[in-house]
Antibody, heavy 122, light 111 residues
Framework: EVQLVESGGVVVQPGGSLRLSCAAS????????MHWVRQAPGKGLEWVSL????????YYADSVKGRFTISRDNSKNSLYLQMNSLRAEDTALYYC???????????????WGQGTMVTVSS | QSVLTQPPSASGTPGQRVTISCSGS????????VNWYQQLPGTAPKLLIY???QRPSGVPDRFSGSKSGTSASLAISGLQSEDEADYYC????????????FGGGTKLTVL
């Protein structure tokens, strides 16, 4: 079964740091680009970041550039999001998602995890 | 304010055909393909349409997508009660900061 399972979401104080993880199974992880997408409570979807299949290329939304770092370990079929200098507006459910395009990225997400909740509050 | 513009709400009766619009610009919809997602309450989004008009395996052919210029639309025919959900359009944006941009979402109500 193709599956993505996120973990690491907690309550953290403003200015704090957090690392999210996403474990992939059921597909050849290192053949696909991967993304993080977030959704604030009661709000719409916001794309956060993309990493290419080999980790050689990364992209970030303006709202997180310079604060968040996406990475992957293909030997462990795992995706990560290091989040620093967290703000209240980063409070959201964070999804990891697989790109549908083999070997490249299309920006279409065909597999989603269940999400992990990050709350930034004092 | 979302980069792509969708109507906040739409509605229809069972069996009816409804369409949801998505408006963008030359840097996103105008030069890249459009994808659509369905999000049922309390669940993760699901890919409904990719590359403007392609359906992933398992998505009923009641759902269809189209694109023209800098706008796109999602059509749902034979509306069913289980189609009541939030729908989002998205596209790659080639502006200074490349990345995926979403519409604000459309809440579809089946009357």
């Amino acid at each position: 079964e193709v599956q993505l399972v996120e973990s690491g979401g907690v309550v953290v104080q403003p200015g704090g740091s957090l690392r999210l993880s996403c474990a992939a199974s059921g597909f050849t992880f290192d053949d696909y680009a991967m993304h993080w997408v977030r959704q604030a409570p009661g709000k719409g979807l916001e794309w956060v970041s993309l990493i290419s299949w080999d980790g050689g290329s990364t992209y970030y939304a303006d709202s997180v550039k310079g604060r968040f770092t996406i990475s992957r370990d293909n030997s462990k079929n795992s995706l990560y999001l290091q989040m620093n200098s967290l703000r209240a507006e980063d409070t959201a459910l964070y999804y990891c998602a697989k790109d549908i395009q083999y070997g490249d990225h299309l920006g279409a997400f065909d597999i989603w995890g269940q999400g992990t909740m990050v709350t930034v509050s004092s | 304010q979302s980069v792509l513009t969708q109507p906040p709400s739409a509605s229809g009766t069972p069996g009816q055909r409804v369409t949801i619009s998505c408006s963008g610009s030359s840097s996103n919809i105008g030069s890249n393909t459009v994808n659509w997602y369905q999000q049922l309450p309390g669940t993760a989004p699901k890919l409904l349409i990719y590359s403007n008009n392609q359906r992933p395996s398992g998505v009923p052919d009641r759902f269809s997508g189209s694109k023209s210029g800098t706008s796109a639309s999602l059509a749902i025919s034979g509306l069913q009660s289980e189609d009541e959900a939030d729908y989002y359009c998205a596209a790659w944006d080639d502006s200074l900061n490349e990345g995926v941009v979403f519409g604000g979402g459309t809440k579809l109500t089946v009357l």
